[in-house]
């Protein structure tokens, strides 16, 4: 029997598990917490849990060669240690975070070895890439040119659980999401680049009205510069990737980070109250500190960001849980506690890639393709949409359908065409519109 080794057993480990113990593949699931590993095998006789951590080198050495294919959850500043015994043994591996600098290094060494070391096989990195390529290759075979591309993705809670200021709600790491925020950002529009700030990041959010969701807000996300050669769009005028909020998400988060309240320096915590901190940090005395915030900002009381920050407690009196740590703690750990989706509730992924396109007769037309999901009884929508992609392209290339070799993402069409057409049988697909009017197009 196939054996396949998964390495972690966090949030996206269960839909993978589950797929491959499906389709008759026997699963070994190595975690620091023997119990995860258990749940996830659930008694499948085809399943193995094993407790073990990053710093047992020789196990994981032994592991590796006893499995014909590594699937890495690891935090990624470990996936190259595994990569780099996927090569010694020549195993296949897959994973889905993003591919970085010293993963490409070993390009070379796994063509050599005959295997493929596939990253980026997710949602965001991966079903972006997959269901942009489908569109960028297509329209390229005909003859046609991409003008503008802009591809915007969101995880977020289902309509009926916005019931907080923010409307938001985790169904991923608060602390990922709230540091994904403090980046900067770079994209191209209209054939200039635009380069923002991690203080203006939250300002001037795209408005965008999605199909069967509503208003939605679209921030930038780190450096669109990048996709131009990855999808091999080298006469592009646009290309801008950014992230889906729902409205009010973007002024509240700009009136967070302008009081410094998501920075990452240390500071002493203990005795003071969350006011005290806010207070502290605009240099003022902490009666009626909710006013001058307010004031500072030029934000009226009622204003969405003053009410969220009120209700998240930045406000209060309430003494802070921590005795010395960093404002981003402070505040990531308020959300952590107030704003988690509840078990049961559900969260959606929506996803929009919109292209004006140039076709081989010199006319102008857009292109938009959109995804709504949302969990099911079994998984959230978020740990399904990163975790099958995955699973898929495990079985595809035990069975021999994926036969590339080398580092990769999935932009080669011998990769995302077999991927998507899977995909699909499982209901996550793209719904596309071609041929729409160029007064379509976004920004």
Same mark, same amino acid.
């Given at each position: 029997?196939?054996? $396949? ?6 949030? $996206? ?94 390009? /070379? ?21 997959? /269901? ?61 680049? %635009? ?17 069967? %969701? ?78 001058? %915030? ?136 793209? %719904? ?12």
């Amino acid at each position: 029997m196939i054996k $396949v080794l998964l390495l972690g057993a966090g949030m $996206v480990a269960k839909p993978i598990a589950n797929y491959l113990l499906q389709n008759n593949i026997a699963l070994t699931i190595c975690s620091r917490t023997l119990s995860k590993a258990e749940k996830l095998i659930n008694g499948h006789p085809n399943g193995k849990a094993f407790a073990w951590t990053i710093d047992d080198f020789d196990t994981l050495d032994k592991m590796i060669a006893n499995h014909d294919l590594t699937v890495s959850l690891l935090p990624f500043a470990h996936h190259v240690t595994v990569a780099q015994l996927c090569i010694k043994h020549k195993k296949n591996m897959v994973t889905t975070s993003y591919v970085s600098d010293a993963m490409k290094e070993l390009d /070379t060494e796994a063509k050599e070895a005959g295997i493929i070391i596939l990253n980026e096989i997710g949602l965001d990195p991966g079903f972006d890439h997959m /269901t942009a390529m489908h569109i960028i290759d297509k329209v390229q075979s005909q003859g046609g040119k991409i003008k503008e591309f802009y591809s915007l993705c969101g995880a977020l809670a289902a309509p009926e659980e916005t019931d907080n200021p923010l409307k938001y709600k985790f169904s991923w790491s608060p602390k990922g999401v709230i540091m994904a925020g403090n980046n900067g950002a770079k994209f191209k529009k209209d054939g200039q680049i %635009v380069e923002i700030s991690s203080k203006n990041l939250f300002k001037n959010p795209l408005q965008i009205s999605f199909p069967e %969701v509503g208003p939605m807000e679209v921030y930038p996300n780190r450096d669109s510069l990048a996709y131009i050669d990855l999808y091999n769009l080298p006469n592009v005028e646009t290309m801008y990737r950014g992230t889906f909020r729902y409205k009010n998400w973007c002024e509240t988060m700009d009136a967070i980070k302008a009081l410094g309240m998501v920075n990452y320096e240390k500071k002493d915590f203990k005795g003071k109250s969350y006011k005290e901190v806010v207070a502290e940090q605009i240099g003022v005395y902490p009666a009626n500190v909710k006013e001058k %915030v307010a004031e500072r900002l030029g934000l009226q009381l009622d204003s969405p960001a003053i009410v969220a920050m009120d209700w998240l407690g930045l406000f209060s009196k309430f003494k802070v849980h921590l005795e010395e740590g960093s404002t981003f703690d402070l505040t990531s750990d308020l959300m952590l506690e107030k704003m988690m989706l509840p078990e049961g509730a559900r969260d959606m992924v929506i996803m929009l890639h919109s292209f004006l396109i140039e076709t081989a007769d010199g006319k102008k037309e857009v292109i938009k393709s959109r995804l709504l999901d949302f969990a099911n009884e079994e998984d959230t929508s978020i740990a399904r949409t990163v975790a099958l992609p995955a699973a898929i392209a495990v079985q595809l290339i035990l069975e021999g359908k994926i036969t590339d070799t080398g580092v990769h993402i999935p932009i080669a069409k011998t990769i995302y065409e077999p991927v998507l057409s899977e995909l699909k049988k499982m209901g996550i697909a793209m %719904v596309e519109e071609w041929g729409l009017p160029e007064s379509e197009k976004l920004g």
